[in-house]
């Protein structure tokens, strides 16, 4: 196991030596958010650089999907400072963040019920060039190929709902991507097909920030997770020190 | 026979009664469409229609605008108009509850009948349609000849108005079930955030939603003007039907919405023959029905 470990941490290392001198792909300081009246996220802050697949870990109510809305700007209130792409996107509304070159795939998957499997696909905007054609997602998916034709998104089931979820997205053309709880409520098998996607997405290039709650699943990707709790940053564990701090992650996540 | 009157008086009710179902169905549409994506309930949709008809004649007397040009100008015209109370007024309301635009577009109605009243008077103005339209054919309803009660009068002017709407219907209806646009809408009426954090421009989407509904009310204006006096109080009879028809289709179902206009349409000419006394509240009777029994309307998706 520590062998398949090496060339990952050091993809990481070279990501970060770049890091000197290109602008990292989505870099967060002092991030506030609020919903209503509601104080979410205390000062967040992150660092994306390309390529890289970084994970967000923590406990429900950290503040995961809060961090994960305000950089798309689905989140009304926030302050601080979010960079993406090299620009400054704290004050623009979402459909500009997202033209961009940032996509987002929500929690609770977001499939439409007024639109058919292939409208939902179809659905996001091509917003870049070099987006997954619709032949290759039906072969990064084939459950999607099958049912295509099904007239109602949601009559899809939970796991073929994210893989729809997924699939639109990649289509778009956006190089990065926010993944949230990709996997939460799917069996096993699913799980791991899920895992098997964002392995190859990450090889395509795809700079992916992963929102989970499955530590173990989440671990075995990502070359940086950064934990949460009460709305901020506590600590940033990197994939070759996982087992030194697993039981101190283990005591943050609560599992 | 039936109902105890000639066939050819039961077809021209009927007649009558689909073109009545069709104003019903250009309304209810554009009312349908505009809560979807706006989650106001637009009040003022008579109001917009009754304006359409005056914009109608007003571009006959002074500028000499035909009925033609109308028909492609006033739903331009109204549809800006819409634009414009959607960006000063309608769009400080969509985080509030229904009733907020519902109170906001009622009081436009106040307004703008009161100055129409106050321009034009409230007895009614003339409008002369297009020679063409004038007078109305005989149709053999069966192969006898001879015998006049075997004949149905058909209003040229008003099967234009049927003809007219249901192409108007099933247009509406391809662009939003059938393409990009349409799945942006129907995505949108769903989940505008996400939409927008697709990369979507929500808000001008929805801007563009009250034009197209008030246009839609306008193009109605423009039918309506040659077929009746244009008055100013001619929306606000209207539209309380239109809303019952709506509350009867369901928000849910732009198919429905059509499909519940025209038989509701019918139902109303059936009882003009059956019990001409029910006609003016039989909508309103079935209303409280479907209410009663689906509250989400025959079409509607419940909540």
Known sequence: ????????????????????????????????????????????????????????????GAGKTTTLKSIIGMVGQRAGSIRVLGQETV???????????????????????????????????????????????????????????????????????QMLAIARILRTGAKVLLLDEPTEGLAPVIVQQIGNIIRKLKERGFTILLVEQNFRFAAGLAERNYVMEDGRIVDMVRHDELAAKEAQLQEFLGV | MVFDVPLSFLALQLFIGLQNGAFYALLSLGLAVIFGMLNVINFAH?????????????????????????????????????????????RWLYDLDHLYGLLLTFGLVLIIEGLVTDGFGSSGLPYDKPALFAGSERLALSGLTGNERD??????????IIVAAVILCIATWYMIERTRLGSYLRAAT??????????????????????FGVALAGFAGVLAAGLQAITPHMGSNLIIVVFAVVVIGGMGSILGSIITSFALGLV????????????NIVIFVIMILVLLTRPAGLFGREA
């Open chain 2, 190 to 211: 769903e989940n505008p955030a996400l939409v927008r954090a697709f990369g979507v421009n929500v808000p001008l989407l929805i801007t563009l939603t009250y034009g």
């Open chain 2, 268 to 279: 109303e000419a059936i009882t003009r023959i059956a019990y001409p006394e029910a006609s």
């Open chain 1, 1 to 60: 196991m520590p062998n398949s470990d090496i060339p990952i941490a050091a993809g990481s290392e070279a990501a970060m030596r770049a890091s000197a001198t290109v602008e990292p792909v989505i870099q967060v300081e002092g991030l506030q958010a609020y919903y209503g009246e509601s104080h979410i996220l205390h000062g967040v802050d992150l660092t994306v650089h390309e390529g890289e697949l970084v994970t967000l870990l923590g406990r429900n």
């Open chain 1, 91 to 161: 004050n623009l509304k979402s459909n500009r963040i997202a033209r961009l070159g940032i996509a987002y795939c929500p929690e609770e998957r977001g499939i439409f019920s007024s639109l058919s499997v292939e409208e939902n696909l179809y659905l996001p905007p091509v917003i870049g060039e070099g987006g997954v054609s619709v032949e290759e997602l039906f072969e990064l998916f084939p459950n999607l190929k099958e049912r295509r034709g099904t007239k109602q998104g949601t009559r899809l089931s939970g796991g073929e709902q």
């Open chain 2, 46 to 90: 008579g109001a917009q229609y009754m304006l359409g008809a005056f914009a109608t004649w007003l571009g006959l007397e002074y500028l000499g605008i035909s009925y033609w040009w109308s028909l492609l100008l006033v739903p331009i015209v109204l549809g800006l108009f819409g634009i414009l109370i959607e960006r000063a007024l309608l």
């Open chain 2, 151 to 160: 004949f149905m009068v058909v209003p040229i002017y008003r099967l234009w």
